[in-house]
């Protein structure tokens, strides 16, 4: 559960860092009751941050999967080789920032998906943070998409910046 957990709020209003919470151990141990509690903490915060994790592939794709059921694979960005359920969101020369718009995730969808999970993979020196979040190498952020919106600051650019991301597309 989380009660060992620091919940320290981002603002007054939306988002909390959560600390004393290791993502490598919850998918180890298929710990559906510290899921859970995160997930109600999710639709009451609407953003949380968990700094230092550096989740591997399976790790990532094990959150999501314990935050409920994974969305269909986004159909416009890479994947990671041998994960379709991870999309890679990656700025470098043949792709500039195009995410500097208020968005929710996966819109299209007739029913939309309900939480993304993103990982901090390469974070440039400088910029590049959404709103609401500071970015650091292996910093993930999981962010209700029913109920949030975010941007993306392109002010990295031309630096290399790449994000993955797992998306849950129904809660259990
Ligand atoms: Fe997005």
């Known amino acids: 559960m ?18 004393g919470v290791a993502l490598n151990d919850l998918v180890r141990d298929n710990d559906h009751a510290t899921a859970k509690a995160l997930c ?6 609407k953003v949380l941050v968990l700094r230092d994790q550096h989740p591997d592939h399976e790790t990532h794709i094990g959150i999501g999967k314990l935050l409920g059921t994974l969305a269909p694979p986004q159909p416009m960005y890479p994947k990671v080789d041998g994960y379709e359920d991870i ?8 792709n500039p920032p195009e995410n500097e718009v208020w968005h929710a995730d996966m819109s299209y969808l007739s029913m939309p998906v309900f939480a ?18 500071k970015w650091q190498p292996g910093t993930v952020v999981i ?17 290399f910046r790449e994000m993955q991301r797992v ?6």
């Open 87 to 94: 999309i890679i969101v990656r700025n470098d020369d043949n």
């Open 116 to 133: 993304s999970v993103l990982h901090g993979v390469h974070i440039p020196p400088a910029g590049g943070d959404t709103l609401r979040v």
């Open 143 to 159: 962010w209700d998409n029913w109920a949030t919106q975010h941007f993306s600051c392109g002010d990295h650019y031309p630096s």
């Open 40 to 45: 109600n903490l999710l639709t009451e915060k």
């Open 2 to 19: 989380l009660k060992t957990a620091t919940i320290l709020p981002l603002t007054g209003i939306i988002g909390a860092e959560i600390q």
């Open 167 to 172: 998306t849950v597309g129904a809660p259990f």
